[in-house]
């Protein structure tokens, strides 16, 4: 472990790695505790790809993504926060905070909080993200479940999870089919429970996604072509923990990371929050690991009392 660095122009208290909604809530909070805080984005926030959030609390008319995004950041640099485009490569320990490496720049961070996320598994098809801006290709059911009133809605996957995932969906229409990747009686519960909640199942190849004026047409192998009105890919994901990993950082057999009760991370001064930790991948999750781990991180640093030289004027 290197020897801690004197101080510098290039210090800061707090360095976020990731420009989300639960990067930017803790880029909030630190800058309103008075803390030197600096963001470093590279711009693949998942929100983004969000059209419109009708579940995000004081929005009733619904927010997209990247207009929530824009909110955050200028309420955050209102109070004082920085932001640079970014992507970091590297995290080094140092006796006292860490050294953060993105392109041809470097920080000194006292703290570090990562808010990297995931980072869905799109199908292949043409035009995915134009599919999720108009609709019919979505991510979560638990963000717009509300908005599928009675549509033809299709998902597709491997067996199990994704049986459990058309499940969830039949609360909002009678019309879910499941396209299930390899083999369906290789799991007899994912059977039962399609049976028992009358869902179509259909076991064939996928072979192409495309959009089509009303909704979007999957085709299989055997079966040909099927429409429907939307369709949830049910691929997976993966976890943005690699700078974490790389620092023997403790996660689970996913990658994601294992945070204590204030978000910090088996590595003392690392912080993580929001889709890239353990729990249910919502903005409201993230923001709320935001606020305790900005919180955490003010009360970990030393004390700044007020002064009327600090004073805003």
Partial sequence: MNEAPTPSADQVECLIVGGGPGGLTAALYLARFHR?????DDGASRASLIPRSRNYPGFPPGISGDALLARLRDQAAGYGARFEQGRVDEIEPLQEGFKVRYGERQRIARRVILATGIEDTLPSM???HAAIAEGSLRLCAICDGYEVDGDNVAVYGEAED???????????????TVVVHGDPSACDEAMAL???YGIRLISDDVEALRPCPQGIELVTARQGTHHFDIIYPNLGARFRSELALKLGVACDECGALIVDDHQQTSVPGLYALGDVVTGLKQMSVAIGHAAQAATAVHNSLESKPWSRSRAPH
């Fill in 36 to 40: 030197n805080c600096l963001v470093v």
């Fill in 162 to 176: 994704t049986i459990r995932h058309a499940v969830f969906l039949r609360t909002f229409t009678d019309r879910v």
């Fill in 126 to 128: 043409p035009d995915a």
């Fill in 194 to 196: 399609a049976e028992h």
